[in-house]
């Protein structure tokens, strides 16, 4: 008699259970197959740096060899107009005062403020500047004599209409709050070439902060340390000086105390990396107390110099303070403040009154602060390029979102537009006189070589010598990095 046939015998018996079990085996062969692929064609492991508790600010090489040290941004708070600035429309003039066609829109316009009127003609006239000929309205007529200096990128995209995440997005790459600002990464990064000032300084507009305020230099979840620091030409650092009670012997003597204390805590507890950080920070803040001052002093500074940049010009108090902050931005970068945010604009005021936010009065109001902006910016981008220092900084000029071709209903102003507008950069590793990308024929849209704020940072990342793809740092359970999963670098504005 035959022996009886075991449990996994009888499954074979079972035509059911064999066919059952002979596709899933074929599937876990397939999904064992993709896995295998999958680890093959997979991306290079993150590269996160290897931070020095004691020296977390010391300089650290950058993943390929860069074509700038330094960043300069100019951020222009409130979304400055593209169509009435920088990106010329001639079928704008033509169309003035006619609707938007249902084949570009696609539906009936009503954006964040509301239905829209016509489309309106840019309110400056446009010229060809430079010897590139590049066109630019009269609104910025010093920044447009220095087109042969800029790479624009007319194809620029924001995922939101609302200032306060398009503002987030611009500054650190997610519209929601809690992520570290570009200057925070490219910090972390790299650290610091220069030991008595802070690595990343942000330099708020005279009128006071941007929507989201102190999120734009942030270091959300990144350590503390890289955070920026505010730091205005007539807003100096608080709490710098010594108390007068205090005499300049015992301040030493103070000073040397307390290390001599810290460095037996260190010892004792080398593992603490928290209070190494923390006395890093400190010992940090007490060069300050000296550089800052000396950098924030603008009175060294030529008669020729505070006049270029407009610095002496009584007439108009706040295009002073701000050509101060230029000056300073200047003053910074030669001593190798490697990260720089330069703020145009502030919203204490309200709407359109102290920012770009152009949404009933827009010719009124940007009357008023073009003027601000236009000679210090420029002034800042020559001088830099007359003291050698553009060679190896990169410039970016941006804005939240553009705004909108056409006039709101019954309003004489534009709403907003995060679906086509422009930046633009200049200097190291950039083309000069270039321009990438482009809206429809009404600047509503961009069509060609559409660009994300992913992509910005990743090319921003890439001339500092940074993989965007690999710079991360591992919290809640990922890998974050600058540009989330996104972004590809603009390989055609690099020189």
């Known amino acids: ?61 950058p993943h390929f060899p860069p074509r700038a040290t ?46 829209n009127g016509n489309l309106v003609q840019p309110q400056w006239k446009f010229r060809p500047r430079g010897q590139s000929g590049t066109m630019t309205s009269d609104l910025l007529p010093r920044l447009g004599a ?77 350590p503390a340390v890289f955070q920026g620091t505010p730091l205005g030409a007539d807003r100096p650092i608080p709490n710098l000086a010594r108390p007068a009670t205090l005499g300049e012997q015992a301040d030493h003597e103070t000073r040397e105390f307390v290390r001599q204390l810290n460095d037996a805590h260190l010892a004792a507890h080398p593992g603490d990396t928290e209070l190494a950080a923390r006395i890093a920070a400190y010992e940090l803040a007490g060069r300050m107390q000296l550089s800052a001052p000396r950098i924030a002093d603008l009175s060294n500074e030529s008669a020729a110099t505070l006049t270029q940049y407009g610095a002496d010009d009584t007439a108009n108090p706040v295009k002073a303070r701000f050509a101060r902050n230029c000056i300073l931005a200047r003053r910074l970068l030669e001593q190798g403040v490697r990260f720089v945010q330069l703020f145009n604009g502030a919203y204490a005021m309200g709407e359109g009154v102290g920012n770009w936010d152009g949404h009933k009065t ?28 553009l060679s190896d900084t990169l410039v970016v000029f941006v804005t939240e979102f553009g705004r909108m071709p056409t006039f709101q209903q019954g309003a004489s102003g534009r709403d907003h537009n995060p679906a086509g507008f422009t930046v633009w950069l200049s200097g190291a590793g950039v083309k000069r006189a270039h321009h990438h990308g482009a809206t429809d024929e009404f600047g509503y ?38 540009t989330d999963v996104h972004g590809h670098v603009i390989d055609s504005v690099l020189a």
């Open 146 to 222: 220095l087109a042969d200096e800029m790479c624009f990128i007319h194809s620029m995209t924001a995922k939101s209409n609302t200032h306060g995440p398009a503002e987030s997005q611009m500054a650190t790459g997610f519209t929601l709050d809690g992520f570290p600002s570009m200057g925070a990464w490219a910090t972390y990064a790299l650290g610091s070439e220069c030991d008595d000032l802070p690595a990343l300084v942000a330099i708020p507009d005279p009128r006071g902060v941007p929507q989201i305020g102190p999120r734009q230099w942030a270091s959300g979840f990144l």
């Open 362 to 389: 827009l010719v009124d109001q940007y009357s008023v602060h073009a003027p601000v902006l236009d000679q210090p910016a420029a002034a800042l981008l020559s001088d830099l390029k007359q003291r050698g220092l």
């Open 445 to 482: 849209r961009a069509v060609e070589n559409v660009c994300t704020i992913y992509d910005l940072h990743a090319t921003i990342l890439h001339l500092l010598g940074l993989d965007h793809t690999r710079l991360s740092f591992y919290h809640n359970g990922l890998e974050r990095r600058l």
């Open 1 to 61: 008699m035959p022996p009886p046939l075991t449990p996994a015998g009888m499954r074979f018996l079972d035509r059911r259970g064999f066919l059952r079990d002979t596709g899933s085996g074929l599937g876990g062969i397939a999904l064992a197959s993709l896995f295998a692929a999958g680890r093959a064609g997979a991306a290079a492991p993150p590269i996160r740096p290897l931070i020095d508790p004691a020296r977390p600010m010391a300089p650290r090489p």
């Open 70 to 115: 330094r960043v300069l941004v100019i951020f222009c708070s409130g979304a400055l107009s593209h169509v009435d600035s920088f990106d010329w429309k001639p079928e704008l003039v033509r169309r003035h005062d006619t609707p938007l066609p249902e084949s570009v829109s696609g539906e009936k316009l009503i954006t964040f403020q509301g239905e």
